[in-house]
């Protein structure tokens, strides 16, 4: 059986339909998500810009919502609130915004993993887990310094 | 491509160097690549290189490539268990973090399993930011080993009051969502998340734990009550517009549950419709297409409030988007009413005009289709203008929606009689007209409606008035151009409007016409014979042949119209799209069962196939022989018949059954309008449909002066008498009558149908699995399995937390433990002289002992490697062995022809002196039983609770009224002072039964009765517990024996459950103690017995009377089985 959660998964493209992160909180075969990837892009893609932020989608509602070149989407339950779910998206564009430092489609490019390390610390498996921004940024801060002095130590001549 | 499969190899090559940045670095490419769309499966075991690293670095890398690509197909994962804990006991927090998150995204079953202890562990760990974490994936270790939740369940509790906002708001998640899937499980806790909506400012955790609400609400009304309060204030308050449109829908959610049997909330209704209304006239497109989904749900329940919305929702229709003009479509399809309909349809009709976009426009035109038909034509009144409208619908170019509008030709025409003529005439018109219909010939296209047109013109071609226009403009050439299934249509009904014009011809003793309609036909008919279309060719070469025939015939002189007219004798009547199914299968026959013996295995048989056949022959001897029998046979004969008369293939005798128009009272006394149909059908600059509008309005003036001409009269004899009902007069929807005498037919059905329309449940369900009762104690085989080595497991020490876990919640008070150590003491000292006694018996115990001992090291073996395993004693009533008959509470309370009242007492443990009595009316009779008026006789001790300011001697209203065949449930509140006897209480119900003759007052009387069980709360017991309160000495004994029971043990101990609400505390063997609790608080405590054929049980309780009555309904119930 598929095993189900708040948000089922995220996608972010680009307005040329290109994929730059996804994240899935439900079990699904490779094939299954590619498949899914290229009709939910298509869909969105072909959506007029004023029209609202919200799709039915099989079973499933599409949350999306677009910055600047690149889409954000997600894909919620029948019962959730979509307004709640812009919200997250939102606040994790914020997140993304306060860790890059106005953030833009290439950092998350150049920077993708880091971009996951944000997204996992806001939210896992479908729940959002920080609901403050101060703490999500931190987490990922103080474990980057942890990397850095990693990187410094291994950058060291080893004898 | 090439580029890629470049990188690849260099990827390959850097995994394949010592150096783990190397690899790392590689890792992280792949990850990159796989999100790109390519496999990177293959390099799973490089990946858990890279997570078994000790840098943090490059652990964090690992498990997010792990986390993109493993799943639980991933073989490799098994090897990863031992990493993973390793990590995440980690002295380092981002190591025990990266292990978590990553754990959410892979966990499977087994690591479930395996790591479920750990992780529960972790959620009580200093730092938040584990605890936090923890908790979210314990989320999906319960998914994916339900087991864990019951052991895990507590702690995840106190985690709700985490002095962290970050864990409490997760724990609250969890539970959301955990309640959400099963949300009776989770109503104890509804105080305490109570508490934390009213004290909770963070918006996140309110949305959530209004979410749960919302789910616990239906299971729960008095919860939904106590809501509505401080939703409403959040209303008021909120300017987040999530929370605001969650508080929103929940109001609502709750409304529609309470929405029996309660006051009415009108004030809550209508700030929900004033939020929404906002919302819509919101200029974000997101707020108004949110605004009109939540409208939509009100609509279903109070679609009064919503209705005088009507103009903002039609102004939707203007709007840029699409979707939010779909939803605002919907809202119309259950807006409407029989007083709105032809406007509403109108404006409809207007943005048909002037939509762009076939989608749209086709989407128009299937919900102004449904819109009308919906509820079986209910709302119109007028189906001359429907027809009219369809007509008009034909005029669109580019739909794909021409079959919908044929069909719903059809379905008026033959299931409205009185509108037939109209029909034939405007179908003639379009036959006529058909090459303007005909020029879009595409599949499902316009010209669809032709096959319709066709269809009605032949059938009912008795209304006709100018048949020889009609058939001639079917045997134009230009039909040979329209699809073949349409030209089969055309060709077979040509005949018959041949049929009827010949007879006319004849009667009229025109012979010279008669044979120029059959030469006609015989011209014309050859274009039709070379057609390509199989269909049409067969149909057409047949009718030409019959035709020269009839053409010799008239020749001769012969009359022939009454033999052709006879071929297309009597009236089709429509089925009803489930009749087929609803066709009962006959007594005796079994459609499972072989019809001939299934060949048996063909070893057996070529090894001794003279003993099959043997056999075989004994059993057809057995089989024949009832055959002969005389009686058998004319039982058959009888079931032959049963099932013909069901068989809707098997013309009936009797006609079929015909519907009124339903909901329009007394339709004979109110004068039908005629409307004059030779107005001419076409206006120019104004579109036909118009004109019924206008002509509805005036009809509907007329009728309601003359209605209050009427009353007035009714008002000058009435005079005099109290008559407090019907006096109310507005236009409301009954009085709108339709303009014709409409004869809906309904569709045939077989007759001992039965109503049933059950929804199937997805077996594959993945949170069935978590259904799972909280508030029962923990068993030993349900603990999570822990790690440790095999020879040092010990049974005394227990040396994981969680058993500390299970002692704290097996003793909610410390009262308990400090008795319960003082009964230890006295164990103590009792076994000390017991001791001293004898030294044999001493053995004996420790032999005991020692038994016991290794039973439990089996089972804890056992749970560890196993999934499954039956617990040793069966615990609080889940008895899941076998399968139980099915049962229900409800007991018959009185029945007569029209009601049928069936009821059930609950109480509840908040409140000592208030049993809820819940009744079920059923409608049995074919009219509509309305006013119902419920009242009973007070006894000193038991009252029914009444409103306020009301005498003892009214009765309380049933809130809802019933349809034919309808059932509801109304709640009834009693109070009461003693509980330790049953009640009978004398009581009636009154209401007026409504059907064509006009309403009848009748009464049903009945006798409530309130047995000493229904004052019992099925109260779940620890088997401690239940030895302290047998052995407390406050109790009185009483004992039952009863002889005769057949039934298993375990239907035995069911029914005493269910019916006497106890709950088992233990059972061994044919043995069990149970326990429940009076809602005064008295305990009860039974132990069963099964004997051979009988069944004793002892029964302790603090009430004497009270014990002896329990068993003696106990002896009742059990003597039945």
């Known amino acids: ?159 | 491509a090439k580029y890629i499969s470049q990188c690849i190899d260099e990827i390959k090559q850097e995994l394949k160097q010592d150096n783990i940045a190397v690899k790392a670095n590689a890792v992280c490419k792949l990850t990159y690549l796989q999100m790109l769309g390519y496999d990177i499966s293959w390099a799973a075991f490089n990946i858990i290189e890279v997570m078994s690293a000790s840098k943090f670095t490059f652990k964090r890398i690992g498990y997010l490539a792990a986390s993109q690509c493993f799943h639980e197909g991933t073989d490799v994962i098994m090897l990863t268990t031992n990493q993973i804990r390793k990590d995440l006991s980690s002295p380092n927090q981002y190591d025990t973090g990266v292990a978590l998150t990553g754990l959410s995204c892979f966990v499977t079953p087994d690591l479930a399993r395996d790591l479920a202890n750990d992780i529960m562990t972790l959620m009580s760990h200093t730092k938040p930011y584990i605890r936090k974490k923890a908790v979210l994936i314990m989320y999906k270790v319960f998914l994916k080993y339900p087991e864990s939740l019951r052991p895990a369940f507590p702690r995840l509790k106190e985690k709700l009051e985490d002095p962290d906002p970050g864990v409490q708001s997760a724990a609250v998640n969890v539970i959301c969502e955990l309640a959400r899937r099963n949300p009776k499980n989770y109503l104890s806790l509804a105080p305490l998340f109570f508490k934390l909506m009213t004290s909770s400012t963070n918006n996140w955790v309110l949305i959530k734990i209004i979410k749960l609400f919302g789910a616990l609400t239906p299971l729960e009304p008095r919860l939904g009550k106590k809501l509505i309060e401080p939703l409403t204030n959040l209303i008021h308050s909120t300017s987040a517009m999530s929370l605001l449109y969650e508080c929103v829908n929940t109001v609502i959610a709750v409304l529609i549950s309470l929405s029996s049997g309660m006051p009415n909330h009108s004030a809550s209704i209508q700030l929900c419709v004033q939020k929404l209304r906002i919302l819509i006239e919101d200029s974000d497109q997101n707020l108004k297409y949110l605004g009109l989904l939540a409208m939509s749900k009100i609509l279903k329940t109070h679609p009064k409030s919503v209705q005088s919305h009507k103009d903002l929702i039609l102004q939707c229709l203007d709007d840029k988007d699409e979707s939010i003009r779909l939803r605002a479509l919907d809202l119309l399809y259950g807006m409407v009413s029989k007083k709105n309909l032809m406007e509403i349809v109108k404006k409809l009709m207007i943005h048909v005009d002037k939509a762009e976009g076939t989608t749209y426009r086709d989407e128009l035109l299937t919900k102004i289709i449904d819109i009308c038909s919906q509820s079986n034509y209910q709302y119109i009144t007028n189906f001359e203008w429907y027809i009219s409208i369809l007509v008009e619908l034909t005029r669109l170019e580019g739909t794909r929606h021409g079959h919908l509008i044929a069909a719903q030709m059809l379905d008026v025409a033959i299931r409205v009689k009185a509108i037939r003529k109209f029909a034939v005439s405007q179908m003639a018109m379009l036959l006529d007209n058909a090459h303007l219909i005909a020029s879009n010939t595409q599949r499902n296209g316009i010209c669809e409606v032709l096959y319709a047109a066709a269809w009605i013109c032949g059938e009912f071609s008795e209304h006709l008035e100018e048949a020889n226009q009609t058939l001639e403009a079917m045997l134009r050439p230009k039909v040979t151009t329209l699809p073949g299934h349409i030209q089969a249509v055309y060709v077979q009904n040509m005949v018959k409007l041949y049929a009827s014009i010949l007879q006319q011809k004849e009667q009229a003793g025109e012979k010279e016409a008669a044979q120029e309609i059959t030469q006609l036909m015989i011209e014309r008919l050859p274009q039709f014979v070379q057609s390509a279309d199989l269909e049409v060719q067969e149909r057409a070469s047949c009718i030409l042949q019959l035709i020269k025939y009839i053409q010799k015939l008239q020749v001769k002189e012969v009359p022939v119209a009454e033999e052709v007219i006879a071929l297309f004798a009597g009236e089709l009547n429509p089925v009803a799209p489930k009749a087929q199914k609803k066709v009962p299968v006959p007594e005796g026959l079994d459609l499972d069962a072989w019809i001939n013996e299934p060949p048996s295995d063909s070893e057996s048989e070529d090894e001794k196939p003279k003993t099959i056949f043997h056999e075989e022959e004994q059993r057809h001897t057995r089989h024949r022989q009832p055959e002969i029998d005389e009686e058998e046979l004319a039982r058959r004969r009888e079931a032959r018949k049963q099932e013909q008369a069901n068989n809707p293939f098997y013309i009936k005798s009797s006609p079929s059954p015909q519907k009124r128009y339903q909901d329009t009272p007394g339709v004979e006394h109110i004068p039908v309008v005629q409307i004059d149909l030779s107005v001419p059908l076409k206006v120019p600059g104004m579109p036909m449909s118009d004109q019924y509008v206008k002509l509805e309005e005036e009809r509907r003036h007329k009728q309601k002066l003359e209605k209050d001409k009427k009353k007035k009269k009714q008002k000058k004899e009435k005079r005099g008498k109290h008559h407090r009902h019907n006096s109310l007069h507005t236009e409301s929807e009954e009085d709108i009558a339709p303009a014709h005498h409409v004869d809906i037919i309904t569709e045939e059905m077989p007759e001992n149908a039965l109503p049933s329309d059950e929804d199937d449940k997805d077996p594959n369900d993945p949170y069935k699995a978590l259904d799972i009762d909280l508030d029962k104690p923990l068993a030993d085989s349900e603990k999570l399995p822990v790690q440790r080595h095999r020879n040092v497991e010990t049974l005394k020490s227990p040396d994981s937390e969680l058993p500390l876990e299970e002692k704290k919640s097996k003793k909610p008070k410390k009262k308990e433990k400090k008795h319960k150590d003082k009964e230890r003491d006295k164990g103590k000292k009792k076994e000390k002289e017991k001791k001293k006694s004898s030294k044999h018996k001493k053995k004996k115990h420790k032999k005991e002992k020692e038994e016991k001992s290794k039973d439990k090291k089996k089972s804890k073996k056992k749970s560890h490697h196993s999934e499954e395993e039956p617990p040793a004693s069966v615990q609080n009533g889940t008895l899941e062995d076998e399968p139980l008959p099915p049962m229900s509470s409800y007991r018959l309370l009185a029945e007569n022809p029209y009601i049928k009242m069936t009821y059930d007492i609950q109480g509840n443990l908040q409140n000592d002196s208030k049993v809820t009595v819940s009744v079920i009316f059923e409608n049995k009779s074919t009219s509509f039983l309305k006013s119902m008026e419920l009242n009973v006789l007070d006894s000193l001790n038991t009252k029914m609770l009444r409103p306020e300011g009301s005498s003892v001697h009214d009765g309380i209203p049933v809130p809802f009224q019933l349809p034919p065949g309808i059932s509801n449930e109304a709640q009834f509140v009693f109070t009461l002072q003693s509980i330790v006897m049953a009640q009978k209480l004398k009581g009636t119900l009154s209401f007026i039964v409504k059907n064509d003759e006009g309403s009848t007052h009748e009464k049903l009387d009945f006798k409530l009765h309130f047995s000493c069980a229904s004052y019992l709360i099925t109260t779940p017991c620890y088997s401690d517990a239940f030895a302290k309160l047998l052995e407390s000495g406050d109790l009185h004994m009483s004992s039952i024996k009863v002889d005769g029971i057949s039934i298993s043990f375990q239907h035995l101990l069911a029914k005493i459950c269910f019916h006497h609400h106890f709950s088992v505390v233990e059972r061994v063997d044919s043995c069990a103690s149970m326990y429940s609790r009076s809602i005064q608080g008295h305990h009860v405590c039974l132990l069963v017995k099964k004997g051979e054929n009988s069944v004793s049980i002892d029964g302790k309780c603090n009430d004497s009377t009270l014990l002896s009555n329990l068993l003696d309904e106990m002896k009742e119930t059990l003597s039945k089985c």
């Open chain 1, 1 to 159: 059986g598929r095993i189900l959660c708040q948000i089922h998964f995220i996608l972010l493209f680009s307005r040329q339909g290109k994929l730059r992160l996804q994240k899935w909180y439900t079990t699904l075969p490779d094939k299954e998500k590619k498949k899914i990837i290229r009709e939910i892009v298509q869909i969105i893609l072909s959506r007029n810009q004023r029209t609202s932020s919200f799709v039915d989608w099989k079973d499933l509602k599409l949350v999306y919502k677009r910055y600047a070149s690149l889409y954000f989407c997600c894909a919620i339950e029948d019962q959730d609130n979509e307004l709640l779910t812009l919200e997250v998206v939102h606040r994790y564009v914020e997140l993304l915004d306060r860790y890059f430092g106005n953030v833009c489609e290439l950092d998350i490019i150049f920077n993708f993993e880091k971009a996951y390390f944000i997204l996992d610390e806001f939210i896992i498996g479908g729940e959002v887990q920080e609901t403050s921004k101060k703490t999500a940024v931190k987490a990922i801060e103080d474990s980057d310094m942890l990397q850095e002095t990693v990187e410094e130590y291994m950058n060291k001549p080893a004898f």
